[in-house]
């Protein structure tokens, strides 16, 4: 098994990073439905969004760091190149923003925040006008991840079923 990406294929790492982060931003983006699905309390519910955010974010610190250790061993073909940066950077750039906006909007709230049951950020007084900017930015670019998430699963079918480049299978 080997850990680092090669010319070929994607490591274990970069795997293993990509579709844990992948399952969680499916399980953070769809907390609303699945806390419907299972019967969660709205208090419930915002506890595990919290919670998988901060985990999110401390994979994306990760990944970020993994990346520089990994560069340049897999990289796009020159005319696909611009396109592949833009569309990582912004993915990357959403899950920096999203968690930013989140915990902006948390303690505008005063709710406070914890980390699967552990107190980081005690709850406080409110501040509605950080509350309800940050709330409102958290939800637009939740949205626009959405569409980068789509955005950039119609490039892998493309690779795959278009231009034949076995991009999936270097990830799977």
Known sequence: MNWLDSDHRYGAVSRAIHWS????????????????????????AMALHKSVGLLLLGLLVFRLAWRRVN????????HWKVASRLGHWALYGMMVLIPATGLLAAMGSGHGVEF????????GAE???LEDATEETHE??????WLLIAGHV??????QLWL?????KRMA
């Open 21 to 44: 982060m992948a399952t969680l931003l499916i399980l953070m983006l769809g907390t609303e439905w699945l806390a419907e699905l299972v019967g969660m309390s709205e208090r419930e």
């Open 71 to 78: 560069r340049g061993r897999l990289e796009a073909p020159e």
């Open 116 to 123: 699967f049951g552990l107190p980081l950020i005690s709850p």
């Open 127 to 129: 501040i509605e006008w």
């Open 140 to 145: 637009v670019t939740a949205n626009l991840l």
């Open 154 to 159: 119609v490039a892998v079918l493309a690779h």
């Open 164 to 168: 034949h480049d076995r991009t999936l």
